[in-house]
C-alpha cells in the first residue's frame, strides 16, 4: 500500500477505525475473534494506522486491538482518546470530561487495555466546554514528556481550537468527520465543532477550513466515516436497522431522507464504473485527494470490506472526477 507520513513515521494512506467491531453498528455481528483475525490481516495489507477509543464499548474496543497486536505492536501506529465517559452502555449516554486528572487517568486506563507501553497518538475526543482548552491540553503534553504518549490530536474540533492548542503543544492530528455528504470540516457553511449523539455543545458556529489548518500548520487530517455510516457504499438501500445500530434514529438514514440522498450515490456509482472500482474505493479516494496529509480510518468487521477499503489507496480520480464530485448535493438530514 501507498503510505503517508504521520508525524514522520509512514503509514498506510488508508487506515483502519474499529469502533464499529465493538458497539454502535449491527452490534448482534460483533465477533471478537473475527475482529481480531481482521485487524491482523489489516497489518499484512499495510493498514498500519489504527484508531479506537475507551468509549467505544466502554473499554472493549481498546481491550480488543490490545489482543490483536500482541507481538505485533511495532507494526502499528495507535491512536486512542480521552475526555469522553460513556455514563451509560445502555442508553448510551456520553459525557464530556476534561479535566486534566481525568485525562491522565484515562491514559493510565488505555495503556493497559492495549497492552503497551506508549500511546502513539492520543486525541482529545471531544472539548469540554466547562474545562479551559489549555489545562486538558497541558496535561495531555505532560504524558508526552513523561514518554506514556508520542503526540497527541483533537478530534472535532474547529480552526480557532486547534491554533490554541497547537501555541501550547504541537498538534499532529485532527480528526473529524468528513466524506462526500459531510464536508464542515473543509469550511462548509453551518458546521459545528464537537456535536455528539444527544449532545448540543459545540462552539455553536462554524468551524473553518480545519483540513486547511492542519496542511498548513504540520498536522495530519483523520477523516472519520469517509463512507457516510456506509451509505456511500450504495448497499444501505433501506432504513431497516435493529435497534442497537446508530443509523436507526440518524437524521439521514431515514426513508425520505435516505432516497433523496441516492442522488449522491448515483454520481458516486458513476465515478466508480469509469475506474472499474467500488463506490467505497471512490469515497475513500475523494478524501485522500484532499491533501497528501489526508490520512482516512474507514472502519468495517468484514474482511472483504476490509480489502476493498485498502484499494482504495492505488486509485488515483482525475481532475474530471472530482469536479463531478465536488458538485454533489448537500446531504439531507443532520449528521446526527
Given at each position: 500500500m501507498r503510505?503517508?507520513?504521520?508525524?514522520?513515521?509512514?503509514?498506510?494512506?488508508?487506515?483502519?477505525?474499529?469502533?464499529g467491531m465493538s458497539w454502535a453498528y449491527t452490534e448482534s455481528e460483533r465477533d471478537d475473534e473475527a475482529s481480531v483475525a481482521l485487524i491482523r490481516e489489516a497489518l499484512d495489507l499495510g493498514v498500519t494506522f489504527l484508531d479506537t477509543a475507551q468509549p467505544y464499548g466502554d473499554g472493549h474496543n481498546e481491550t480488543l486491538v490490545g489482543r490483536a497486536l500482541k507481538g505485533r505492536r511495532d507494526e502499528a501506529v495507535v491512536a486512542t482518546k480521552t475526555g469522553l465517559v460513556v455514563e451509560s452502555p445502555v442508553t448510551r449516554n456520553i459525557v464530556r470530561d476534561g479535566r486534566p486528572e481525568h485525562a491522565k487517568a484515562s491514559a493510565e486506563d488505555s495503556l493497559r487495555r492495549l497492552g503497551t507501553d506508549v500511546i502513539d497518538l492520543y486525541?482529545?475526543?471531544?472539548?469540554?466546554?466547562?474545562?479551559?482548552?489549555?489545562?486538558?491540553?497541558?496535561?495531555?503534553?505532560?504524558?508526552?514528556?513523561?514518554?506514556?504518549?508520542r503526540t497527541l490530536g483533537l478530534s472535532e474540533v474547529s480552526v480557532a481550537q486547534a491554533a490554541e492548542a497547537h501555541a501550547i503543544h504541537p498538534v499532529a492530528a485532527v480528526q473529524s468527520e468528513l466524506s462526500l455528504w459531510t464536508r464542515d470540516a473543509m469550511g462548509a457553511p453551518g458546521g459545528r465543532a464537537g456535536t455528539l449523539p444527544g449532545d448540543t455543545a459545540g462552539t455553536g458556529g462554524g468551524v473553518g477550513d480545519v483540513?486547511?489548518?492542519?496542511?498548513?500548520?504540520?498536522?495530519?487530517?483523520?477523516?472519520?466515516?469517509?463512507?457516510?455510516?456506509?451509505?456511500?457504499?450504495?448497499?444501505?438501500?433501506?432504513?431497516?436497522?435493529?435497534?442497537?445500530?446508530f443509523r436507526a434514529g440518524n437524521p439521514r438514514f431515514q426513508e425520505d431522507a435516505l432516497r433523496a440522498n441516492?442522488?449522491?450515490?448515483?454520481?458516486?456509482?458513476?465515478?466508480?464504473?469509469?475506474?472499474?472500482?467500488?463506490?467505497?474505493?471512490?469515497?475513500?479516494?475523494?478524501?485522500?485527494?484532499?491533501?497528501?496529509?489526508?490520512?482516512?480510518?474507514?472502519?468495517?468487521?468484514?474482511?472483504?470490506?476490509?480489502r476493498d477499503n485498502a484499494g482504495a489507496a492505488g486509485l488515483d480520480l482525475t481532475e474530471t472526477d472530482l469536479a463531478e464530485l465536488?458538485?454533489?448535493?448537500?446531504?439531507?438530514?443532520g449528521r446526527y
Open positions: 503510505t503517508r507520513d504521520f508525524a514522520g513515521t509512514p503509514v498506510g494512506a488508508v487506515g483502519l477505525g474499529c469502533m486525541y482529545l475526543h471531544r472539548v469540554d466546554p466547562d474545562v479551559p482548552l489549555a489545562e486538558t491540553w497541558g496535561a495531555m503534553a505532560e504524558l508526552v514528556a513523561e514518554g506514556k504518549v483540513v486547511g489548518w492542519c496542511a498548513a500548520n504540520g498536522a495530519a487530517f483523520v477523516p472519520f466515516s469517509p463512507l457516510g455510516r456506509g451509505f456511500l457504499t450504495g448497499t444501505v438501500t433501506s432504513a431497516d436497522f435493529e435497534g442497537t445500530d441516492m442522488r449522491i450515490v448515483d454520481v458516486v456509482k458513476a465515478v466508480a464504473a469509469r475506474h472499474g472500482a467500488t463506490p467505497a474505493q471512490v469515497a475513500i479516494a475523494w478524501t485522500l485527494a484532499q491533501g497528501d496529509h489526508v490520512i482516512p480510518i474507514p472502519g468495517t468487521k468484514k474482511r472483504r470490506y476490509l465536488g458538485e454533489v448535493p448537500a446531504a439531507v438530514g
